[in-house]
């Protein structure tokens, strides 16, 4: 249950209403399915696509950081029509079920070519001109899919269900049974990469990551599919379509989602690169990174037992702050240990330090998971309750568009330091310089940490509290009844006015 503190004292959120007996609407198969669509979305291998684009298909690096500027044109323009489309969507499937339909294929045969580069333009140089248009345009074609696809299901999942309690829920069970088997592609790849590159194995890398990364792209498909079949909204969006206006007016008066994007804004600032780099071109070998992770492994799962317990004693404001602080300030140790006489290149004392950061980082690891999707959900129903519809498309392209400018921005960036910093594409591993080694270490560990800091600041400012939280869902529950009542007593002109007064706020609970 959420919770919320309320003159100081920490209160437990408890429904109001009953929605209708507090119910599961969701069933079994229909859970099973749920579980299965959330564990599609982490079904790869993306841990490693730094590695394939370093050192396989060998793009350089001052051309991503100009494919991420135009990209990012391309977004502004096709984002913005793609908000629209989707909120203004009504079809007898529902608002968002097409597009997972018809996102969801695209993005499984681009993904397919996107594994075959290498064979397309084997012993290309990193600025071959046609293998770069070719990776471009890939790339935008993808981001368009992806974009219908992830407003799409963010979208869907706040409208599974009326009932928040039974949400949590679901959140909770997708994300602990989706972890048995969502982190087996990662882990298996990560020891036959290592076979690979230490020449145990005679197998070329271009034909691993194309053998998995196919594999994984069709799995997924299979599982949103199966999802796409048997679920359904519950939540019904209003007759009438909110207006391109209106759904503008929905992010900014949206509290919840302004603090959300404020944060998330904040916090794009961060300078770094996965820590699969520092395994691989420090340690020398990817698996001790699945190695130092086995004692975390089963406190993961343990974590989720401590979610309803912390719920009852602290805010959802308290533990969305506790829960990036606590794991900042458990990387920051193990930066400042790391850089103390080259420790970072001692096994001996970095990866003994790294297995217990993770063991004391997986301990808050059911919050990370459920808090911030629990917030994402209640902000589209704080939504519906202060403007009388919802505006799922709008408000997560905005959120996307200004995470993709910044994201651009920071990838350039990015980009541009692992080339200041002296890193070699295609080397064999381990041969870096000793300077090279270091910043790679800091830009997995520490620098990140420190430059997307000030992303905490604004949670300290999330708005609501167990007695909103309580009101909005009691009359969100009796608005929900009465107008489905209309609907079904009422005749076509009366629904129509109805819904008209929702979306004007002229539609009361009384």
């Given at each position: 249950?959420?919770?919320?503190?309320?003159?100081?004292?920490?209160?437990?959120?408890?429904?109001?209403?009953?929605?209708?007996?507090?119910?599961?609407?969701?069933?079994?198969?229909?859970?099973?399915?749920?579980?299965?669509?959330?564990?599609?979305?982490?079904?790869?291998?993306?841990?490693?696509?730094?590695?394939?684009?370093?050192?396989?298909?060998?793009?350089?690096?001052?051309?991503?950081?100009?494919?991420?500027?135009?990209?990012?044109?391309?977004?502004?323009?096709?984002d913005t029509f793609i908000g629209v489309i989707v909120e203004r969507?009504?079809?007898?499937?529902?608002?968002?079920?097409?597009?997972?339909?018809?996102?969801?294929?695209?993005?499984?045969?681009?993904?397919?070519?996107?594994?075959?580069?290498?064979?397309?333009?084997?012993?290309?140089?990193?600025?071959?001109?046609?293998?770069?248009?070719?990776?471009?345009?890939?790339?935008?074609?993808?981001?368009?899919?992806?974009?219908?696809?992830?407003?799409?299901?963010?979208?869907?999942?706040?409208?599974?269900?009326?009932?928040?309690?039974?949400?949590?829920?679901?959140?909770?069970?997708?994300?602990?049974?989706?972890?048995?088997?969502?982190?087996?592609?990662?882990?298996?790849?990560?020891?036959?990469?290592?076979?690979?590159?230490?020449?145990?194995?005679?197998?070329?890398?271009?034909?691993?990551?194309?053998?998995?990364?196919?594999?994984?792209?069709?799995?997924?498909?299979?599982?949103?599919?199966?999802?796409?079949?048997?679920?359904?909204?519950?939540?019904?969006?209003?007759?009438?379509?909110?207006?391109?206006?209106?759904?503008?007016?929905?992010?900014?008066?949206?509290?919840?989602?302004?603090?959300?994007?404020?944060?998330?804004?904040?916090?794009?600032?961060?300078?770094?690169?996965?820590?699969?780099?520092?395994?691989?071109?420090?340690?020398?070998?990817?698996?001790?990174?699945?190695?130092?992770?086995?004692?975390?492994?089963?406190?993961?799962?343990?974590?989720?037992?401590?979610?309803?317990?912390?719920?009852?004693?602290?805010?959802?404001?308290?533990?969305?702050?506790?829960?990036?602080?606590?794991?900042?300030?458990?990387?920051?140790?193990?930066?400042?240990?790391?850089?103390?006489?080259?420790?970072?290149?001692?096994?001996?004392?970095?990866?003994?330090?790294?297995?217990?950061?993770?063991?004391?980082?997986?301990?808050?690891?059911?919050?990370?998971?459920?808090?911030?999707?629990?917030?994402?959900?209640?902000?589209?129903?704080?939504?519906?309750?202060?403007?009388?519809?919802?505006?799922?498309?709008?408000?997560?392209?905005?959120?996307?568009?200004?995470?993709?400018?910044?994201?651009?921005?920071?990838?350039?960036?990015?980009?541009?330091?692992?080339?200041?910093?002296?890193?070699?594409?295609?080397?064999?591993?381990?041969?870096?310089?000793?300077?090279?080694?270091?910043?790679?270490?800091?830009?997995?560990?520490?620098?990140?940490?420190?430059?997307?800091?000030?992303?905490?600041?604004?949670?300290?400012?999330y708005p609501l509290n167990a007695e909103m939280r309580n009101q909005?869902?009691?009359?969100?529950?009796?608005?929900?009844?009465?107008?489905?009542?209309?609907?079904?007593?009422?005749?076509?002109?009366?629904?129509?006015?109805?819904?008209?007064?929702?979306?004007?706020?002229?539609?009361?609970?009384?």
């Amino acid at each position: 249950m959420a919770l919320f503190k309320k003159g100081g004292k920490s209160q437990a959120f408890q429904p109001s209403v009953e929605y209708k007996g507090n119910r599961r609407y969701v069933g079994r198969a229909e859970t099973v399915a749920y579980v299965l669509n959330d564990a599609a979305a982490s079904l790869n291998i993306s841990d490693f696509y730094e590695r394939y684009i370093f050192d396989v298909v060998k793009i350089d690096f001052n051309y991503l950081a100009l494919h991420n500027i135009v990209a990012t044109i391309w977004d502004i323009i096709n984002d913005t029509f793609i908000g629209v489309i989707v909120e203004r969507t009504r079809t007898r499937w529902g608002k968002f079920k097409p597009y997972m339909l018809f996102g969801q294929i695209p993005l499984m045969i681009i993904g397919l070519f996107y594994w075959v580069i290498p064979f397309v333009f084997p012993g290309a140089a990193a600025d071959y001109l046609p293998k770069l248009i070719f990776y471009s345009i890939m790339m935008m074609v993808q981001e368009t899919a992806g974009t219908f696809t992830s407003i799409a299901n963010t979208g869907f999942m706040t409208t599974i269900t009326p009932n928040p309690v039974e949400r949590t829920r679901l959140i909770t069970m997708a994300h602990l049974l989706s972890h048995i088997f969502e982190d087996l592609p990662k882990q298996i790849f990560g020891i036959l990469y290592d076979l690979v590159i230490n020449k145990v194995v005679k197998w070329e890398l271009p034909n691993l990551f194309a053998g998995f990364g196919l594999a994984c792209a069709i799995l997924s498909t299979i599982f949103v599919m199966y999802f796409f079949t048997i679920s359904r909204e519950r939540v019904q969006q209003s007759v009438e379509r909110p207006s391109v206006i209106q759904g503008l007016k929905a992010i900014v008066n949206n509290k919840p989602v302004l603090i959300q994007v404020i944060s998330s804004f904040l916090s794009g600032f961060s300078i770094g690169k996965s820590r699969t780099n520092f395994y691989i071109d420090v340690i020398g070998s990817i698996t001790w990174k699945t190695i130092v992770g086995i004692p975390a492994f089963p406190v993961k799962f343990i974590s989720y037992s401590f979610v309803a317990p912390l719920r009852k004693r602290f805010s959802t404001k308290a533990l969305w702050i506790f829960e990036d602080a606590w794991t900042d300030m458990l990387w920051m140790v193990v930066f400042g240990i790391g850089s103390i006489n080259n420790n970072f290149m001692n096994k001996k004392v970095i990866l003994p330090m790294m297995g217990i950061e993770e063991i004391f980082e997986m301990c808050i690891y059911g919050l990370r998971r459920v808090i911030p999707n629990e917030i994402v959900n209640e902000s589209m129903d704080y939504c519906e309750w202060k403007n009388g519809y919802r505006a799922e498309a709008m408000t997560g392209v905005a959120q996307s568009l200004i995470a993709k400018l910044q994201n651009t921005v920071m990838g350039s960036i990015n980009a541009i330091v692992m080339k200041k910093i002296g890193y070699q594409q295609g080397l064999e591993i381990g041969t870096q310089t000793t300077k090279t080694k270091w910043w790679i270490f800091a830009l997995g560990t520490g620098i990140p940490i420190i430059t997307s800091s000030l992303g905490i600041i604004p949670k300290f400012f999330y708005p609501l509290n167990a007695e909103m939280r309580n009101q909005m869902y009691t009359e969100l529950q009796e608005r929900r009844d009465r107008m489905a009542k209309i609907m079904q007593e009422g005749s076509e002109e009366e629904t129509k006015l109805a819904a008209q007064a929702e979306i004007k706020g002229e539609f009361t609970n009384k």
